[in-house]
């Protein structure tokens, strides 16, 4: 379970409403304008111009409790600088490698914690990372002939994509070597691994069992297994249920089975 839904908005050449003045609220304008938004500093005039997004950057409580639910009434998503509770949206730490970026949020509960993962981030990410991005979008229509199935597509990525990978993105050659994963690409073998909990920790899990869980086309779960663990999984993979010993033929592709070794 996630408390907010991450979301990457485009707002270039749209205005958005930013209210206030001082350090936070020039902040909230940067930001916006790095975006290729348009700042509007008049509330009824942003509305006019159908602005979909506000921020309110005011010391006054209540002053910007008042003025986000008049925003929120004209049907916009508002932003309330230091007080998540006031907030439908929040704006997370950064990571820019364009066009790829990588958002690190607290929900609002902790911008320098968000601030200090995305510096460690920072230092982990090449700078090439955003032309490895660039090459592969190049590439899309030579891997959509290649490979006509959406599913053998991201398959086929996967194992390009993984640790140690012919495009493994933490490798800052990937980006030069696009063309001969094009040449030679295939689709890894069907695989069905098991994995058989030692703890309800999802840190406990091994980095292969990691691995597994967040590379698998689906997942095959006995009753039992915690939230926390599954919560390690991909989120758009199919998930079925089992009886506890049961066994699973999987349909095709890469499955894990999940059991509760508890």
Same mark, same amino acid.
């Given at each position: 379970?996630?408390?907010?839904?991450?979301?990457?908005?485009?707002?270039?050449?749209?205005?958005?409403?930013?209210?206030?003045?001082? /350090?936070?609220? &020039?902040?909230?304008?940067?930001?916006?304008?790095?975006? !290729? !938004?348009?700042?509007?500093? &008049?509330?009824?005039?942003?509305?006019?111009?159908?602005?979909?997004?506000?921020?309110?950057?005011?010391?006054?409580? @209540?002053?910007?409790?008042?003025?986000?639910?008049?925003?929120?009434?004209?049907? =916009?998503? %508002?932003?309330?600088?230091?007080?998540?509770?006031?907030? /439908?949206?929040?704006?997370?730490?950064?990571?820019?490698?364009?066009?790829?970026?990588?958002?690190?949020?607290?929900?609002?509960?902790?911008?320098?914690?968000?601030?200090?993962?995305?510096?460690?981030?920072?230092?982990?990410?090449?700078?090439?990372?955003?032309?490895?991005?660039?090459?592969?979008?190049?590439?899309?229509?030579?891997?959509?002939?290649?490979?006509?199935?959406?599913?053998?597509?991201?398959? +086929?990525?996967?194992?390009?994509?993984?640790?140690?990978?012919? =495009? /493994?993105?933490?490798?800052?050659?990937? +980006? !030069?070597?696009? &063309?001969?994963? =094009?040449?030679?690409?295939?689709?890894?073998?069907?695989?069905?691994?098991?994995? %058989?909990?030692?703890?309800?920790?999802?840190?406990?899990?091994?980095?292969?069992?990691?691995?597994? =869980?967040?590379?698998?086309?689906?997942?095959?779960? @006995?009753?039992? %297994?915690?939230?926390? %663990?599954?919560?390690?999984?991909?989120? &758009?993979?199919?998930?079925?249920?089992?009886?506890?010993?049961?066994?699973?033929?999987?349909? !095709?592709?890469?499955?894990?089975?999940?059991?509760?070794?508890?």
């Amino acid at each position: 379970m996630i408390d907010t839904l991450p979301l990457f908005h485009r707002i270039k050449g749209q205005p958005v409403i930013v209210l206030g003045t001082g /350090d936070a609220a &020039d902040a909230k304008r940067r930001l916006v304008e790095r975006a !290729g !938004g348009q700042v509007f500093d &008049d509330m009824q005039e942003g509305i006019d111009r159908c602005a979909r997004l506000a921020f309110v950057a005011y010391e006054d409580r @209540e002053a910007a409790a008042a003025d986000a639910l008049r925003l929120r009434g004209a049907g =916009l998503l %508002v932003n309330v600088v230091d007080q998540p509770d006031l907030c /439908d949206f929040t704006t997370p730490s950064i990571l820019d490698r364009s066009p790829v970026l990588i958002a690190v949020g607290t929900g609002g509960v902790s911008a320098g914690l968000a601030k200090q993962l995305r510096l460690r981030l920072e230092a982990l990410l090449p700078e090439r990372l955003g032309a490895l991005a660039q090459a592969l979008g190049a590439a899309r229509t030579v891997l959509r002939r290649r490979f006509p199935d959406a599913a053998d597509r991201r398959r +086929a990525l996967d194992v390009a994509l993984g640790q140690g990978g012919m =495009l /493994d993105p933490l490798d800052d050659g990937s +980006a !030069g070597r696009v &063309d001969a994963f =094009l040449a030679g690409a295939r689709l890894p073998d069907e695989t069905l691994a098991e994995i %058989v909990l030692t703890s309800p920790d999802p840190d406990d899990l091994t980095l292969r069992q990691a691995r597994w =869980l967040g590379g698998a086309d689906g997942i095959a779960v @006995e009753e039992g %297994v915690p939230d926390a %663990v599954l919560a390690r999984a991909r989120a &758009d993979a199919i998930r079925l249920k089992i009886a506890r010993g049961q066994g699973f033929e999987a349909p !095709g592709g890469v499955w894990v089975i999940v059991r509760n070794g508890g």
